[in-house]
């Protein structure tokens, strides 16, 4: 059984904030990519494990997997882990199928047409809102940071300023 060092929504997945900043502040064994696009294409998966630091081992899982691994052995024995969602609905919808998590981090997140930038280069639209005020609900906790030196807001403040009515 790994505890979670942190479980992160960042679009650009791995990347040098990921692998210089975030690693250090939360030192990790391995790093899982929740995601069913990449878990099912060889190439990006071999582009990903080419990124990670040699020392943390990669894995790839399907949000399906990612439950079931979750269920039965909370990812194995191999830990700290780092988990990593590309955007809202995928970690939404990986969580509802039974990888439950306490705390939930927000990154880079991109534009887009309906999208509103509620932080940094974060991101959200109303659908977005709406599935991380149903997990708020039930205790996520949930904070936006970009990087480690840039200052940490809670899903009540973004929610309170740019979704109102959700």
Avoid at 50 to 66: H, M, R, V, Y
Avoid at 77 to 104: C, I, Q, R, T, W
Avoid at 123 to 147: R, W
Wanted: hydrophobic share 40%; aromatic share 10%.
């Amino acid at each position: 059984m790994a505890d979670l060092s942190l479980v992160r929504i960042d679009s650009r997945l791995i990347h040098g904030q990921v692998l210089i900043m975030w690693t250090k502040m939360f030192p990790s064994k391995k790093i899982i990519i929740v995601d069913d696009e990449i878990a099912n294409d060889k190439f990006m998966f071999q582009v990903f494990k080419l990124a990670s630091p040699p020392k943390i081992k990669l894995e790839i899982f399907t949000t399906d997997d990612a439950a079931k691994k979750w269920k039965e052995n909370k990812f194995g024995s191999l830990g700290p882990v780092f988990v990593l969602f590309k955007n809202v609905p995928v970690m939404y919808e990986a969580y509802k199928k039974g990888f439950e998590f306490d705390k939930l981090q927000l990154g880079g997140i991109g534009g887009g047409e309906g999208r509103i930038p509620v932080t940094g280069n974060i991101n959200l639209d109303e659908s977005d809102a709406k599935m991380l005020e149903e997990l708020h609900k039930i205790g996520l906790d949930i904070s936006f940071q970009v990087t480690p030196d840039t200052s940490k807001k809670d899903w009540s403040s973004i929610k309170d300023k740019f979704f109102p009515n959700v």
